[in-house]
């Protein structure tokens, strides 16, 4: 039966290639809009297809006698990651997904097909790409797209902006945690990058993505009992042993080429749930910009990523040729990131060295100079706040700002009712129900139809916004709330969110900006909203607004807090949610919406929809009905019955 499905799965691939000539799925090195780029820009449209699938991570009919035979490792289909069996979300059968590297203000086309085999559906975030003027295109499902249904395809379409390390990854489901994620890169012309001239190559092989990688798939109430994560490089590691007679080998590792006396961009994108650190023995890091945004140069021995959150660095391959460790370290802030090793690693390999692994270094790195401590506090670090930009102050955000809101994020002591159920026993000595996030004592609730293409069809009662929220907090710390939270920002505002994380860390991420770090702090466990305000009352929290850093996600530790500014001047309904993705399936996200439905685009035409059977009914319909429709044209309401789009 098995391989009647691949078979099948295989010739459903054949004829996608044989059907769509014009679009890569592979991805070549030669793809034409990898490219040097150029100032004025040059712009290309560049196409390509993902095909969704559910497969086997070390498959026996794909890999053979792998690891035993290694040449069985690199076979097509076959995808070892640590050496664990286990289902794996792929995107063309990858792992990670096929990267995309194209130039800022190119045109990107991607044809995303659902071949899942089961019902679910599935959708794509362009992660950091702010898609102005295209806000349908940002992939949250039922935010601002339907899920792209099983066996069928949807078009992402819009420009490549802003420059820089950013990433693709499912938005629907745990998707992106089980496989479902790579690289996307928008190179700049060397004028556009002010530390262009620090280094030789910029190489596509050398875009690292790490990741705490379960040995189960996830679930949707958090870690699988027994689900223990080990970190990888590239979808690769070592953490299954494999043994025949006194033979004992593993998985292969990632290796990372470079040569004697040169200079090295690399470019280290975080999908992990766990805060990392990464390393090279020997070597020092420059790191040069974060979250696409290029920053002043800092020579370090180790740096953070947190979940969503980019580094790149410049290595200096100055050392003896030879092998050194690539290190990947987890930082055991939460519980899921203690239940599994704590380190991988990859190799460094100089022109001419042999084939071997490196030797150990007895340095335990307790003298290390840290960028992006998991923790404010931490000895020898350097924080978001003590990193200057690169990139030029809005003068904008050098003002009070016209909104401040002061957001905590936790989690809810009060089970809901679904959890909590009394109509079943509970044994005496368990409390029944679980713990679920909140953004202000909220958890966030789902709505039946995508919030920006169809929000007349979504019941007004469903709604909760921001503004409301002290009135809501006594009622909300006794009992379990939620609904779908809105922040609304009118078109221009200058915006200020004090960020208090009350327990656990959450990397906070935001889709369709960037922001500006202005500042941050420590506090002792359980601290609330109100103890940030009235420290601020009394002058106690100072802000940096020259020289903040550009940042999309910021990593809240716990008991401490951040503050981020921009400007509201781009219309949509904007995400902004933890990036720990167990988090925000429970419920820490909002949703920023910017301007009135009259500011938003004109939904593209033909755009999928998707709802509840009953009938809607409230006055929100009417204004949407009003103020937009389709194909934009305005004061009339969308068609019933558009079409959907076909698998073609």
Not at 99 to 111: L, R
Not at 189 to 214: G, T
Not at 471 to 498: D, F, M, N
């Amino acid at each position: 039966m098995a391989r009647l499905v691949y078979s099948a799965a295989l010739g459903i691939i054949i004829t996608l290639l044989l059907a769509s000539i014009c679009y890569t799925q592979t991805v070549p090195a030669d793809h034409e809009c990898v490219r040097e780029c150029k100032w004025p820009p040059e712009p290309k449209t560049c196409r390509y297809v993902f095909t969704m699938e559910w497969r086997l991570a070390m498959w026996p009919a794909a890999c053979f006698d792998c690891p035993f035979n290694m040449t069985d490792c690199d076979r097509p289909g076959c995808i070892p990651v640590n050496g664990v069996e286990r289902p794996i979300f792929v995107v063309n059968r990858q792992l990670p997904g096929p990267p995309i590297q194209v130039c800022e203000d190119d045109t990107v086309e991607v044809k995303v097909w659902n071949r899942l085999g089961n019902s679910d559906g599935t959708s794509v975030h362009w992660h950091a790409i702010h898609q102005r003027g295209t806000p349908y295109m940002d992939g949250p499902a039922m935010i601002t797209q339907c899920p792209i249904s099983p066996q069928s395809s949807f078009t992402y379409n819009f420009k490549a902006y802003p420059g820089g390390t950013h990433y693709w990854h499912s938005h629907s489901n745990l998707q992106r945690i089980d496989g479902g994620f790579g690289a996307f890169i928008v190179n700049q012309a060397p004028d556009r990058d002010p530390n262009s001239d620090l280094y030789d190559f910029d190489l596509p092989e050398h875009v690292v993505i790490v990741q705490a990688w379960p040995d189960l798939p996830a679930t949707p109430f958090g870690e699988t009992p027994g689900q223990i994560p080990a970190p990888t490089i590239n979808a690769k590691g070592q953490f299954k042993q494999f043994v025949k007679g006194n033979d004992t080998v593993y998985t292969p590792r990632e290796v990372f080429q470079v040569k004697q006396g040169q200079r090295y961009r690399f470019r280290v994108i975080g999908n992990n749930n766990c805060h990392m650190y990464v390393s090279v023995d020997g070597h020092n890091l420059t790191a040069i910009a974060t979250d696409g945004a290029p920053i002043k140069p800092v020579s370090v021995d180790r740096i953070g990523v947190a979940s969503g959150e980019r580094y790149d660095f410049v290595l200096t391959a100055d050392q003896d040729v030879g092998n050194y460790w690539f290190r990947v370290q987890v930082h055991e802030g939460i519980f899921y990131c203690r239940n599994g090793p704590q380190e991988e690693l990859a190799i460094l390999r100089y022109e001419s060295a042999p084939e071997e692994e490196p030797q150990e270094v007895s340095d335990d790195g307790a003298n290390d100079l840290i960028l992006n401590p998991a923790t404010l506090d931490t000895p020898n670090g350097i924080n978001l706040i003590d990193v200057e930009s690169a990139v030029p102050d809005d003068e904008r955000l050098l003002n009070e700002p016209d909104k401040r809101f002061y957001l905590e994020l936790g989690w809810t002591e009060a089970s809901p009712q679904h959890f909590n159920s009394q109509d079943y026993p509970h044994p005496p000595e368990s409390e029944p129900g679980q713990y679920t996030t909140h953004m202000n004592y909220v958890s966030f609730k789902i709505p039946p139809s995508p919030l920006l293409s169809q929000y007349g069809d979504i019941p007004k009662k469903d709604f909760c916004y921001i503004d409301e929220y002290p009135a809501g907090r006594e009622k909300c710390t006794r009992e379990y709330c939620s609904c779908t939270q809105i922040l609304k920002l009118e078109l221009g505002q200058v915006v200020e969110l004090v960020l208090v994380s009350e327990g656990s860390e959450h990397p906070m991420h935001i889709h369709g900006y960037s922001f500006r770090v202005v500042g941050s702090g420590g506090l002792p466990d359980r601290v609330t909203v109100e103890d940030v305000i009235e420290m601020d009352k009394q002058g106690d929290i100072t802000r940096k607004l020259e020289g903040a850093v550009l940042k999309d996600n910021v990593p809240m530790e716990n008991g401490g807090y951040y503050i981020v500014r921009f400007v509201a001047d781009n219309p949509g309904k904007w995400l902004f949610h933890c990036h720990d993705i167990f988090h925000h399936d429970y419920g820490m996200q909002i949703v920023i919406q910017v301007g009135e439905e009259s500011d938003l685009p004109p939904i593209p035409a033909d755009f999928p929809r998707c709802g509840s059977w009953s009938k809607p009914a409230d006055e929100n319909k009417e204004e949407s009905k009003k103020e937009r429709k389709p194909n934009g044209e305005h004061n009339e309401p969308a068609k019933k019955g558009r079409k959907q789009p076909s698998a073609e």
